[in-house]
C-alpha cells in the first residue's frame, strides 16, 4: 500500500520559513515524478513545484523562495519555503507520479499571518 506522509506545516509570520517533509512508503520517489501543490480556500489545486526527470521546475509565484529536493536514501521529499509571504497560506499536499498512478498525501496546513 502507497502511503505519502506530509509534515513540517504551521504557522509562521510573513518572511519565515519553514521546511516541508513527505515521508514515502511503498514507494520510490527516485523513479517518480515528484511534487508539491497546494491549495487555498476556495481556490483550485496548483503546482507550486516539482521534480521530473527534466529537473526542478517552480510555479512563478514561489520561484526564489521555494526549493525542492529529494533525499533518495531517506525516500523523502522536501519543500524549503524561505521569504513566506500570507498568500501562501495553503494546505500544501506531496504528489507522485510513476507512469498512470497518481498517489496523494494528506496534505499539512501552512498559515503566514503576523
Known amino acids: 500500500q502507497v502511503q505519502l506522509v506530509e509534515s513540517g506545516g504551521g504557522l509562521v509570520q510573513p518572511g519565515g520559513s519553514l521546511r516541508l517533509s513527505c515521508a514515502g512508503s511503498?514507494?520510490?520517489?527516485?523513479?517518480?515524478?515528484v511534487g508539491w501543490y497546494r491549495q487555498a480556500p476556495g481556490e483550485q489545486r496548483e503546482l507550486v513545484a516539482a521534480i521530473t526527470s527534466g529537473g526542478a521546475n517552480y510555479a512563478d509565484s514561489v520561484r526564489g523562495r521555494f526549493t525542492i529536493s529529494r533525499d533518495n536514501a531517506k525516500n523523502t521529499v522536501y519543500l524549503q519555503m524561505n521569504g513566506l509571504k500570507p498568500e501562501d497560506t495553503a494546505v500544501y499536499y506531496c504528489?507522485?507520479?510513476?507512469?498512470?498512478?497518481?498517489?496523494w498525501g494528506q496534505g499539512t496546513q501552512v498559515t503566514v499571518s503576523s
Open positions: 511503498g514507494i520510490i520517489f527516485s523513479i517518480c515524478d
Open positions: 504528489n507522485a507520479a510513476r507512469r498512470r498512478l497518481i498517489y
